[in-house]
């Protein structure tokens, strides 16, 4: 079966993009760079970007192109005879299911706050009616399962028209959009009361507040963001390398993929703290901040309602590139292994997913009292330690050996299709860092997940 190209080099960036984009750049980002001295903070954090993350994510690319295939079949293709490395496609497989199982109930929960933003459903709701807003939604499984199943749909309906009439042609819509009314909303928590106060925490860097929280927390905290914010490790960035052509460096595409993820994490804190200071209020960590304090600001904003409508447009954007992204990957697997047509491998797996995210949806009403890792915890979170915290750094951890080990696929072969193409080249020089530091660099950070999670 001929494999499908991207019809454009933008289509690739921005989906790639779109797969890394997550709802983490948004939540996550912003609070930690608060949390460890604002632009002190980000220094380190784009030091362990450009040292963690943009090799890893240009051996999954190289790996892709080269063999053609996703990560079911890739190993296979180029692993040395008698290996057993294409074991670990079955590993990348089952995260990339993993991930659909809580990300979609997720992506659920934005598609619905979009529309009880545009509804009014928040207009002029007490701070405690809108945190009951959130608290409702969970604790109903209908509401729950119907707008995680709405999402599901819509994913892989996209994904099952083809990978250039589809996936690249709505994807550079809906990223392109997404740019757009982040930087409007950027330029509208700019000019609220008060939005220099949120400028200063974000921007001024603030070398006491990181000693008070540590400087091996903070550095810790950099290594953890720039490693998990790229989504490598179970293949999801190597489907897209095997859609492409050779004309360009994949040194030199991971870099701009790169720079297209941070510049949505930095704009997002752009937005937030701004706002949140405007209003007195300090951002929080967390589903919280999304769900409860944003819509609360919203609530009592000159045109809230309309100014929610675009963040919620723009959030339920972040998280369907990131769906139809994976759903892709998921669909190549089934076209590797048994040749399934897109449209066979499209519908089979809408069923699979939408059966697999049962648990995640329903884990904050019928299955409530499920609550494996302590009090207070439920499904989505263990789903979501499983990927974050083993599946993401170990995977990563294998595509490092594989590329650079002589057991493996081997450094020379990696240069030589890194390399292909005009842009910019992967450092020979760099071959004793990748082959022995990175690799106890991502050991630290496995470990380090542990760590943070039990004590």
Known sequence: MQREKFGSRLGFLLISAGCAIGLGNVWRFPYIVGKYGGAAFVLIYLFFLVALGLPIMTMEFT?????????????????PKGSRWHLFGYVAMAGNYLLMMFYTTIGGWMVAYLFKMLSGRF?????????????ALQADPAQSVFWMGLTVALGFGICSIGLQSGVERITKKMMSILFVILLILVIRALTLPGAGEGLRFYLVPD??????????????????????????????MAIFGSYLGREHTLTG????????????????????????????????????????????????????????????????????????AIFENIIAFAQDLWGWTRRKASLVNMAVVLLLSLPACLG???????????????????????????????????????????????????????NTGKGVRFPRILRGYVAYLLPAIVLIVFIGGYVQAFF
């Open 63 to 79: 790996v892709g192109r080269a063999s053609g295939k996703s990560a079911a079949a890739s190993f296979q293709v180029l692993e």
């Open 123 to 135: 207009s002029g709701l007490a701070v405690s009616e809108v945190e009951g807003v959130f608290s």
């Open 207 to 236: 070398f006491k507040k990181m000693a008070e929280e540590g400087l091996f927390e903070a550095i810790f905290a950099a290594m953890g963001q720039a490693f998990f914010t790229l989504s490598i490790g179970i293949g999801s």
């Open 253 to 324: 595409e991971a870099l701009h993929v790169t720079v297209l993820d941070t510049l949505v994490a930095f704009l997002s804190g752009l937005l937030i703290f701004p706002t949140c200071f405007s209003f007195g209020v300090h951002p929080g960590s967390g589903p919280s901040l999304v769900f409860v304090t944003l819509p609360n600001l919203f609530s009592s904003m000159p045109g809230g309602r309309w100014w929610g409508t675009l963040f919620f447009v723009f959030l339920s954007f972040t998280a369907l590139s990131t769906i139809i």
């Open 364 to 418: 904050y009403s019928l299955l409530g009292a499920i609550q494996p890792m302590g009090p207070g915890s439920s499904i989505l979170d263990l789903e979501d330690f499983i990927v974050s915290n083993n599946l993401l750094p170990l995977g990563s951890l294998v595509y490092l050996l594989f590329c650079v080990t002589r057991y493996g696929w081997g450094f020379e072969n990696f240069l030589r299709e890194a």
